[in-house]
């Protein structure tokens, strides 16, 4: 029999808006065939695989998806208000949004040590999703956001795929994998396909605790809005330079130190930001990209002027390795 995690040999690689539009019609049928008259739960998260599989299970079963969407506090600037507007409002979702960010950012209090901290948000997750699925009633299948990476990284041992940051394993719910003999690029041209906004589906890698591995150090409401701002500012000056979609990964970070520095003539005592821009193909290995001196220029200034909080900024140079992508 036809093992249903391994791709064809004779699968094209979907790689045209045709190809793509054949794929769909493909999956929505099977979608149809496999959930019948009942219901699929989606944790949504806003990045490309999750927004693709609501974006295919809403053209096949419509208000019968149910898309729970957990802001952990973490998301990066307009990321919520993004998901609420394409899914609930231009795609006509059942979406639940659930703002849990206080509960996070409360658990994650006074914790310095990285692997801790990601524990207690993977945990966290875990439990308001379960929340959200036990007020729900009748629900049977599981929609995920799986890709084919995903199969091959967790047959090899490499890591175990999860999409909803670990599946409750009392839900017992069947699974709805529409995606999962796809790879990223193909994702995205299905993504396109299906309408979905060109900067949603052209994101970069975002980590599944989002901010809070871009925050060393005890976590601050403080520290981690200067963070959103100095990311949002950091990404609305690549777009500028036309760099979107080019470089693979880049944001900032602000660790626990502060520095003195001189504020409208005054001394302040404030953090510093860190620009990181990484390219790679596979994440294993990574070089720096070379931003152009304007660039870093303008990006300094706005974010010395503009950020509450923050006096400095320095470009991290380390390539991986020995650093790794993201500095927890
Ligand atoms: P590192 O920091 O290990 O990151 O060089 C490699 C790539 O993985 C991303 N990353 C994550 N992605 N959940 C994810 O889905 C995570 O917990 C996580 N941690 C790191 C990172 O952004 C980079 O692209």
Redesign the pocket.
Known sequence: MENANVRPETMARITTKELADQFIEEQVAAVREQVGDGKVLLALSG?VDSSVVAALLIKAIGRRLVCVHVNHGFLRKGEPEQVIEVFRNQMNANLIYVDASDRFIDKVAGVNDPEQK?HII?EEFIKVFDEEAAKLEGIHFLGQGTIYPDILESEKGIKAHHNVGGLPAEMEMELVEPVKLLYKDEVRVVGKALGLPENMVER??????GLA?RCPGAITRNRLEALRESDAILREEFANAGLQGKV??YFTIVPDFKSTGIKDGKRSFEYFAVIRAVN?TD??E?TIEELPYDLLRKITDRITHEVPGINRVLYDLTP?PT??????
């Open positions: 990045g990601r993977g970069q890698p975002f980590p599944g605790p591995v693979w990964q790679t994440a294993i990574a991986k650093g790794t992508i993201e500095w927890e």
